[in-house]
T-cell receptor, first 111, second 114 residues
Framework: EDQVTQSPEALRLQEGESSSLNCSYT??????LFWYRQDPGKGPEFLFTLYSAGEEKEKERLKATLTKKESFLHITAPKPEDSATYLC????????????FGAGTRLAVHP | SAVISQKPSRDICQRGTSLTIQCQVDSQVTMMFWYRQQPGQSLTLIAT?????????ESGFVIDKFPISRPNLTFSTLTVSNMSPEDSSIYLC???????????FGPGTRLTVT
């Protein structure tokens, strides 16, 4: 069964304290792995797509990487405005373009 | 990307009634999706709604409970029928504009059933 597991469930950082979020996945075949940011009361906001192991994408303080079994979202020198829930999703082969989401990591960055 | 709006943004409904949620996109898209996000949980796909074909429902979701319409390439509705408190959730629509898998989401409809 296709599955996505994110860790930790919650993470508290001080402003400027870099860290990484993990997304482990089990899927019959990976067509893509996606990272989203979700603020309270809003829909998820698309961040990155990764397609193959070794691929990396960057945007401001965020960098996403992909291996054959997991993806990391690295946050460098975070700011309070980076506080949000970060969701990982996979698109399996034969899945009719569906996305399977993990439970997310709630990130709180304190000044 | 795409700009997506949903109506209503929130509603409080009585059990046994039905609510229709609208999703409007600012461009023509083939693939639209409806998700449910229960309190404190992640997103679960309810169904895929492609224009010109019947909606495809995921395991655990049935058409009688969640009928979907897709009359054109910019609009879709999801109805939550015969509601119970367990249907209290956020309902989100999304679109895949390029067929590459990345989906763009609407702001969601927060439903409370009393």
């Amino acid at each position: 069964e296709d599955q996505v597991t994110q860790s930790p469930e919650a993470l508290r950082l001080q402003e400027g304290e870099s860290s990484s979020l993990n997304c482990s996945y089990t899927v019959s075949g990976l067509r893509g792995l996606f990272w989203y940011r979700q603020d309270p009361g809003k829909g998820p906001e698309f961040l990155f797509t990764l397609y193959s192991a070794g691929e990396e994408k960057e945007k401001e303080r965020l960098k996403a990487t992909l291996t054959k079994k997991e993806s990391f979202l690295h946050i460098t020198a975070p700011k309070p405005e980076d506080s949000a829930t970060y969701l990982c999703a996979v698109r399996p082969w034969g899945g009719y373009n569906k996305l399977i989401f993990g439970a997310g990591t709630r990130l709180a960055v304190h000044p | 990307s795409a700009v997506i709006s949903q109506k209503p943004s929130r509603d409080i409904c009585q059990r046994g009634t039905s609510l229709t949620i609208q999703c409007q996109v600012d461009s023509q898209v083939t693939m639209m999706f409806w998700y449910r996000q229960q309190p404190g949980q992640s997103l679960t796909l309810i169904a895929t709604a492609n224009q010109g074909s019947e909606a495809t429902y995921e395991s655990g979701f049935v058409i009688d409970k969640f009928p979907i319409s897709r009359p054109n390439l910019t609009f879709s509705t999801l109805t939550v029928s015969n509601m119970s408190p367990e249907d209290s959730s956020i309902y989100l629509c999304s679109v895949d504009t390029q067929g590459a898998g990345e989906q763009y989401f609407g702001p969601g409809t927060r439903l409370t059933v009393t």
